[in-house]
């Protein structure tokens, strides 16, 4: 079956397609991928999604417009990604959406949203979409999060010791893959949020993200800065835990600024870059990890990469593409199986790591041009995904 995964992230950066070819093999799901395409936000869409993100107030009416917006704008995704990688033949989409809010009490997840219609989607490509893969998770209970953390445990449980997956998106989060012991998922707190907030507002917004990490490798770290955002509660709070925007924005730095003197922008972003890097690392030694296997954009800044080996103090640090998964598209990969798992009946969910009273089917369906052919439901559960190259 060939599938599409659509992922956008907090960073709103990109939206991403990628294309996978999925077969069973006994046990195992095999995962060829195919490729991806990304294409930027469009300046005036981005603009319009950011404006209406908390901590900023919003109307329905920008909702409405914001919902079909976004579906419009992952459907001319999910179409070039349809021809360019598939041949036009895609079995099945899975569009993740745009998450704009999560909404977290009490270290509870009580609601969580990911806006664009994938009626747009399903209209445009004529093929089947899973969508709003989170809130079944959230309704069992659940954090709704990191929903990765199933397609990471398949792929990673056959590896010998404690294999960490690690995203650095926006916000950072593992998974703990070892065959040994219950899996274990959670947030660790920023990745790039706290760097892409910190530069767009230095630069008066013409730089959107510290390319190639070289302010913060011109800057030095400010030791009362780091120690008064490393006292942010939330990384003492237990697993299973998400975050995201909703706490790591623009005016929380700006609070943590607020009680000092100017600091020079680079001593900032290089403050922040080892904030990533120390609370990532101390996440993944907290669950005594044997390594650690990265993907997401942060893996594009050489100077979070270097301050995150040194914090790991020889815990390995390998890039998903030496697995076979690229780690630009890893995400997009992971939502591409998450699709595949509910048309087949299959669990999307390990409640060990989203916190979850129990598995569940993930997602709401969307029928494409010729109805909807469900595969007949599978008994068991998978135990392996393996990445075959092409
Ligand atoms: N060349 C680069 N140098 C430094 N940072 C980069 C580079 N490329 C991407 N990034 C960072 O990666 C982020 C996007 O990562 P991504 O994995 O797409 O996150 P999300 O899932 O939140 O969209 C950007 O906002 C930026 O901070
Ligand atoms: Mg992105």
Request: aromatic share 4%; charged share 20%; proline share 7%.
């Amino acid at each position: 079956m060939r599938v599409i995964g659509l992922m956008s992230g907090t960073s709103h950066d990109a939206i991403d397609a990628a294309a996978a070819d999925l077969t069973l093999d006994g046990d195992s799901l095999v995962l060829t991928p195919l490729g991806l395409v990304s294409e930027t936000w469009s300046g005036e869409l981005r603009a319009a999604l950011t404006a209406a993100l908390p901590p900023a107030t919003t109307t329905m009416k920008d909702v409405c417009r914001l919902d079909t917006r976004v579906g419009q704008a992952f459907a001319a995704v999910a179409v070039r990604a349809n021809r360019e990688l598939c041949a036009d033949r895609a079995d099945l989409i899975t569009s993740h959406g745009q998450t704009v809010h999560h909404w977290t009490e009490n270290g509870r997840v009580h609601g969580t949203l990911q806006i664009g219609q994938p009626a747009w989607i399903a209209e445009a490509t004529g093929c089947p979409v899973v969508s709003d893969l989170r809130t079944r998770d959230v309704a069992a209970g659940g954090q709704g999060a990191p929903l990765v953390s199933i397609v990471d445990v398949m792929w990673l449980r056959g590896r010998p010791g404690v294999p960490v997956a690690l995203n650095l998106g926006g916000i950072a989060n593992i998974t703990v893959a070892s065959g040994r012991r219950e899996p274990v998922a959670f947030d660790t707190g920023p990745a790039n949020a706290l760097i892409d907030a910190a530069v767009r507002d230095l630069s008066d917004g013409r730089m959107d993200y510290d390319a190639d990490g070289a302010l913060a490798a011109r800057g030095s770290v400010d030791a009362p800065l780091l120690r008064q955002l490393l006292d942010e509660p939330y990384y003492a709070e237990p697993p299973p835990k998400t975050t995201g925007k909703e706490l790591f924005h623009l005016p929380y730095l700006r609070a943590a600024l607020g009680g000092r003197g100017p600091l020079p922008p680079e001593d900032v972003v290089a403050t922040v870059t080892q904030l990533t890097a120390r609370t990532v690392a101390d996440a993944v030694r907290s669950v005594q990890a044997t390594e650690v296997i990265v993907s997401g954009g942060g893996t594009r800044n050489p100077t979070l990469m270097t301050m995150l080996r040194t914090a790991l103090r020889g815990i390995p640090l390998r890039c998903s593409d030496e697995l076979g998964l690229p780690s630009a598209a890893k995400e997009a990969y992971a939502f591409a199986v998450l699709g595949w798992l509910t048309v087949h009946g299959l669990a999307g969910t390990v409640p060990a790591c989203t916190g979850a009273r129990h598995p569940s089917i993930l997602g709401s369906i969307t029928p494409g041009s010729r109805g909807l052919r469900l595969p007949e439901p599978r008994e068991r559960a998978l135990f392996r995904l393996e990445i075959s190259p092409r």
